[in-house]
T-cell receptor, first 111, second 114 residues
Framework: KQEVTQIPAALSVPEGENLVLNCSFT??????LQWFRQDPGKGLTSLLL?????REQTSGRLNASLDKSSGRSTLYIAASQPGDSATYLC??????????FGQGTELSVKP | DAEITQSPRHKITETGRQVTLACHQT?????MFWYRQDLGHGLRLIHY???????NKGEVSDGYSVSRSNTEDLPLTLESAASSQTSVYFC?????????????FGPGTRLTVL
């Protein structure tokens, strides 16, 4: 059974710092991995989707990498801004596209 | 632009009442999913559908039902609401039965059962 873990549960950084969020999974036979952002009281916004055949995906200041053999993905945020403050979730689909989520990392970027 | 909408956004009900949460997507996606989000448990799958007239149970399906009469809608019904069903409910959709597809989420419905 696939298990997804995100460490740390919370992270506070000063504005402008580069940071890395971690996601680990137990079963390396994955189809893809999706990173989401969730603002308080809001829904989930898809940030990046990495297919199993890819090593990384980039969108603006965000870069997500995938290492299936080690069961890890990282989300790199460059030059963090207070507007980046949110909870970041990673999720992997099992067969049939049903997502299994990590518990999330709550990021706070201080001005 | 295509989107997923959920209604109501907030709902307060009493124990034992039947409640239906609506989910409507204009992506024309075949796959639709319902998740609930709770502190300490994260997001968990309730029910899902791969197309019209197809419904399947997820991890936490007890006390919930869904029906899929068209592509756009997957309403979630709580047959007899319980306090344990107080949660935030999210609907999601993806394009096909393939496992490669990005999943898109609605804004959520916050349900309180008193």
């Amino acid at each position: 059974k696939q298990e997804v873990t995100q460490i740390p549960a919370a992270l506070s950084v000063p504005e402008g710092e580069n940071l890395v969020l971690n996601c680990s999974f137990t079963d390396s036979a994955i189809y893809n991995l999706q990173w989401f952002r969730q603002d308080p009281g809001k829904g989930l916004t898809s940030l990046l989707l990495i297919q199993s055949s890819q090593r990384e995906q980039t969108s603006g200041r965000l870069n997500a990498s995938l290492d299936k053999s080690s069961g890890r993905s990282t989300l790199y945020i460059a030059a963090s801004q207070p507007g980046d403050s949110a909870t970041y979730l990673c999720a992997l689909p099992n067969q049939g596209g049903k997502l299994i989520f990590g518990q999330g990392t709550e990021l706070s970027v201080k001005p | 632009d295509a989107e997923i909408t959920q209604s109501p956004r907030h709902k307060i009900t009493e124990t034992g009442r039947q409640v239906t949460l609506a989910c409507h997507q204009t992506w024309n996606h075949n796959n639709m999913f319902w998740y609930r989000q709770d502190l300490g448990h994260g997001l968990r799958l309730i029910h899902y559908s791969y197309g019209v007239h197809d419904t399947n149970k997820g991890e936490v399906s007890d006390g919930y039902s869904v029906s899929r009469s068209n592509t756009e809608d997957l309403p979630l019904t709580l047959e007899s609401a319980a306090s344990s069903q107080t949660s935030v409910y999210f609907c999601a959709s993806s394009e096909s039965a393939g496992d490669q597809d990005e999943q898109f989420f609605g804004p959520g419905t916050r349900l309180t059962v008193l």
